[in-house]
């Protein structure tokens, strides 16, 4: 093993340690709580460390987002494909999105509510959050009608889980209704679908 890739490997491991961390201290505390300041004395390295891998925390939170991306990507594809027939696919998909976001609330919020420095909706975007929306698109192309933008209606489907979701987190549509509130948008969605 050469230097340099040793070197390489050693700020890879900084880089997950940092993003770890992140998420943690998000999960227990809340974002507020994340600041470069309290990830240095987590971590054990200074503060220019930190930003020798990432310009600001929201460099981190976006760090953060991506793996997020990744992990509810693939929950939302293991639930897709085991699901027989459109209809289960895209309920599956929507209680996933549901349980992901109610497990892992600081995760959620950093992907879905809080700004970050990322490219959504472009081909840009990183290939994370293409993959987390190519499973909402894979769920709901089988269900649209000739002539649909599918595109659109995959985004008119994920706006209605977050709303959901959010709004349920928030406490503004109570919790214990969620399942029916859920069967309604999916139900809407399905008509004439098996």
């Keep these: 093993m050469t230097i340099q890739t040793r070197r390489e490997r050693e ?10 961390a992140a998420r943690e201290l998000a999960e227990t505390e809340g974002w507020d709580a994340v600041t470069t300041r309290r990830l240095a004395a987590v971590i054990e390295y200074s503060q220019p460390v930190l930003y020798s891998h990432f310009k600001d ?20 594809r293991t639930a ?16 996933t999105y549901t349980s992901f976001a109610r497990r892992r609330p600081a995760l959620y919020d950093v992907m879905f509510t809080h700004t ?8 840009e975007a990183p290939a994370a959050l293409q ?6 698109f894979k769920a709901v192309q089988p269900i649209a009608a000739k002539g649909d933008d599918v ?24 919790e214990e209704d969620h399942d029916q509130r859920l069967a309604l948008l999916i139900a809407h969605f399905t008509t004439g679908v098996s």
């Excluded at 700020?11 to 770890?20: D, F, Q």
């Excluded at 981190?60 to 929950?75: D, F, H, S």
């Excluded at 897709?80 to 209680?95: D, H, Y």
């Excluded at 993959?131 to 909402?136: C, H, R, T, V, Y």
Aim: charged residues 20%; contains cysteine.
């Design 116 to 123: 970050v420095d990322l490219p959504f909706a472009t081909p």
């Design 80 to 95: 897709r494909t085991a699901a027989k027939g459109a209809r289960a696919a895209l309920t599956a998909v929507g209680e």
């Design 57 to 76: 925390k929201g460099a981190i939170m976006a760090a953060v987002a991506v793996q997020g991306c990744e992990e509810i990507a693939a929950e939302m």
């Design 131 to 136: 993959a987390a929306f190519g499973e909402l």
């Design 11 to 20: 700020r890879a491991e900084r880089e997950r340690l940092i993003v770890s």
């Design 151 to 174: 595109g659109l209606l995959t985004e008119t489907y994920w706006a209605g889980l977050h709303g959901l979701v959010t709004l349920m987190r928030s406490g503004r549509l109570p």
